[in-house]
DNA sequence: CGTCCTTTAAACAGTG
DNA sequence: GCACTGTTTAAAGGAC
């Protein structure tokens, strides 16, 4: 392409730097086991005949584990063993190399995949999170390894004072004690799967002894926990703790998330910053908002999550009120939460759905990229498929730009989740495939909104056209005016595609603002600003209406519950039969406040979500979905545009992006580590 | 095949 | 002179 020769692509040469964050994660996850056996923070009170009985216990657990592994490695293979390493013995991935499982893709393959856009960008933003909650699990493993060092330091600093306990004992304790963590960094990945297929039916509030039994083959939750106090609380170590409570506690968020973010969730104030999959009961609530005030999951920005309240909550104080008074203990709320857990049941399912069909097209794809015929951009790759630094240095040879490294814009704040990037996936390539022709469809704001995440970190061409593009920065804008710079901005922020070649898009912009009718500029006292002719545009947009089904599918199902998630799983939901969505969860707001939380978690930062209301616009998907009815049938709201996508616009932790004018130059280094 | 639409590229003018 | 903004033209490609 000849665009940078334009004047903008001067000072590129050196701006763009190299994501790091990505690899370096998994690297660290890694390199926990080996550094584990350093740790000689020796501990406490825990005697002989405990150790030995943890010890026989962890032996039976392991036991375990490895039958469960093995099931399921028999069971769920077509899930993800179609391309399982084969050198990699089952029994002993660790959690890092396990983690990788999903990721297995070639980047080729994911670049194919993404530039043919065979897979919907929900799917692949479902894969996306999901990916990053994973990551997150094993942030929070390692801070709470870390934790666990240093007061395992501590107590010894205090035993040694006290002279209390032998150094003997110490050690071998220490060491049981990292063997449980390091398989509760094995049991993440078997967990999930184990999730999938087992669910949150194991999880019900009313009975406790029941929903342990599954989980607790690869968990054993209450002792873990046991085990923890003994090792870290000297002076409580005599008291017994596995309570119906605390198995309880247990249990439910051994489903939400897994084990070691749960233990720290309870145990390490520091670790639990996310909890992404978290089924939230009240119980739990009480216990991680008292130390982690201010990222409790069932509040935000002054309202109560909990599905279907949404009261407000002036200060964190009166919602913890609100909370324990409204949804205490009781049959409603546990009736509540056991849609919830439905919920997350049918979201793990369809995830594992999702992913394996995931699978099996990259897999498709990847044997039709060997072909010699096809590979449209054969050098256009990343070096790594684990997201590791290295895929940056493989830049494409025919985008002269270093490739930009979206290392996570989303969530700038929250590194946790952001190690999930589309580092992987950058560069679409040299040729623009005009596949977009195929979605030429205006798109609304729930279209954009449902993908902006996706869009946001990969750079991906979003298929939409410059105008409908334009058109939503506009409508997004408080005043639903922009001047051109702020166009720009607005396109580089939600969209890592466009962080390169800016002169070919800005003047496409420029060229869409003075062509269309549709987009009238306003001359202010500080310029000109661009604001939107709904009418006009609304004119233009009974055009052709083809392309991939499944888009379209997946436009019109959104609209009518407009979070991404939402969108994404109701095609898909549709696609499988899965009934319960339609029933249980379409219906209330249930699902909706779980998708909204989850991306708003996995985000970081958030506005309001008003997913009921904000753009559903269902008046847009027949229009989108090739139903050429009558142009307005709805007066157009601007509104709209204040629905999802107004969330991600403060998704960036610096709202003013006044400076990226160069952003091209400096694209997104501000969340790099 | 023609038309429409979109994208890309480029030239040009006005302005600060 | 330069960068930015805005307009306009042209060409190419895809969809209908």
């Excluded at 490695?73 to 991935?93: I, M, T, Y």
Aim: proline share 7%; net charge negative.
């Amino acid at each position: 392409m000849m665009q940078e020769s334009g004047p903008e692509t001067k000072s590129n040469g050196s701006a763009i730097q190299n994501g790091s964050s990505s690899s370096s994660h998994l690297l660290e996850c890694g390199s926990l086991r080996e550094v584990r056996s350093n740790g000689e923070a020796p501990a406490s009170d825990v005697g002989s005949a405990d150790l030995a009985h943890v010890q026989q216990q962890q032996a039976l657990q392991v036991a375990r584990q490895l039958l469960l592994q093995q099931q399921q490695q028999q069971q769920v293979s077509g899930l993800k063993s179609p391309k399982r390493n084969d050198k990699q013995p089952a029994l002993q991935v660790p959690v890092s190399v396990a983690m990788m499982t999903p990721q297995v893709i070639t980047p080729q393959q994911m670049q194919q995949i993404l530039q043919q856009q065979v897979l919907s960008p929900q799917q692949l933003q479902v894969l996306l999170q999901q990916q990053q909650a994973l990551m997150l699990q094993q942030q929070q493993l390692q801070e709470f390894y870390k934790k666990q060092q240093e007061q395992l330091q501590l107590q010894l600093l205090q035993q040694q004072h006290a002279g209390k306990q032998p150094k003997e004992q110490v050690a071998p304790q220490q060491l049981a004690f990292q063997q449980q963590l390091l398989q509760m960094q094995q049991l993440q990945q078997q967990h999930l799967l184990s999730l999938q297929r087992q669910g949150l039916l194991t999880l019900q509030p009313g009975q406790p002894s029941l929903p342990l039994q599954p989980l607790a083959q690869g968990m054993i939750p209450t002792e873990l926990q046991q085990l923890w106090k003994e090792v870290t609380s000297a002076h409580t170590a005599e008291e017994t703790t596995g309570n119906n409570h605390s198995s309880l506690d247990l249990t439910t968020t051994c489903v939400s998330s897994s084990a070691p973010s749960k233990t720290s969730l309870i145990m390490n104030p520091h670790a639990s910053t996310n909890g992404q999959l978290s089924v939230h009961t009240p119980k739990r609530e009480s216990l991680s908002h008292e130390e982690h005030p201010h990222s409790h999951p069932l509040y935000g920005h002054g309202v109560c999550k909990w599905p279907g309240c949404e009261a407000v909550c002036e200060d964190f104080q009166s919602f913890l009120k609100h909370l324990n008074s409204e949804h205490a203990l009781d049959d409603r709320s546990t009736a509540q939460c056991r849609v919830q857990m439905q919920v997350v049941q049918q979201l793990e399912l369809q995830l594992a759905k999702d992913k394996e069909r995931l699978q099996a097209m990259m897999t498709h794809l990847h044997v039709k990229s060997t072909e010699p015929k096809a590979a449209p951009q054969p050098l256009n790759l990343v070096s790594s498929v684990t997201l590791s630094k290295s895929a940056s240095e493989a830049s494409p040879q025919s985008l002269p730009h270093t490739p930009t490294t979206p290392t996570a814009p989303i969530t700038p704040n929250t590194q946790g989740p952001s190690v999930i990037t589309t580092t992987s996936m950058h560069t679409v390539g040299p040729i623009r495939r005009r596949y977009s022709d195929k979605y030429n469809v205006p798109i609304s704001s729930a279209d954009i909104a449902q993908n902006q995440e996706f869009y946001k970190n990969a750079e991906v061409r979003p298929p939409f056209t410059y105008a409908s593009l334009i058109r939503q920065a506009i409508l997004e804008s408080p005043e639903k005016q922009l001047t051109l710079n702020e166009i720009y901005n607005w396109f580089t922020r939600m969209f890592a595609y466009f962080r390169r070649n800016a002169a070919t898009w800005k003047n496409a912009v420029r060229h869409n603002l003075s062509l269309h009718k549709c987009f009238v500029r306003v001359e202010n006292v500080k310029g000109a600003v661009w604001t939107v002719d709904e009418v006009e545009f609304q004119k233009r947009r009974p055009q052709k209406i083809s392309g991939n089904p499944s888009l379209i599918k997946n436009m019109q199902s959104s609209h009518a519950y407009c979070t991404p998630l939402n969108a994404a799983l109701q095609a898909s939901m549709a696609e499988n039969s899965i009934p319960l969505y339609t029933t249980a969860s379409m219906g209330n707001p249930t699902l909706g406040n779980l998708a909204s939380t989850m991306r708003e978690e996995l985000n970081g930062a958030m506005e309001h979500t008003n997913s009921n209301e904000s753009d559903s616009s269902p008046g847009r998907s027949p229009v989108q979905s090739g139903h050429p009815v009558h142009v307005k049938e709805e007066p157009l709201d601007p509104e709209e545009a204040e629905g999802p996508l107004s969330l991600v616009t403060t998704a960036n932790h610096s709202p003013d992006f006044d400076h990226d004018r160069d952003y091209e130059d400096e694209p997104v280094n501000e969340d790099m580590e």
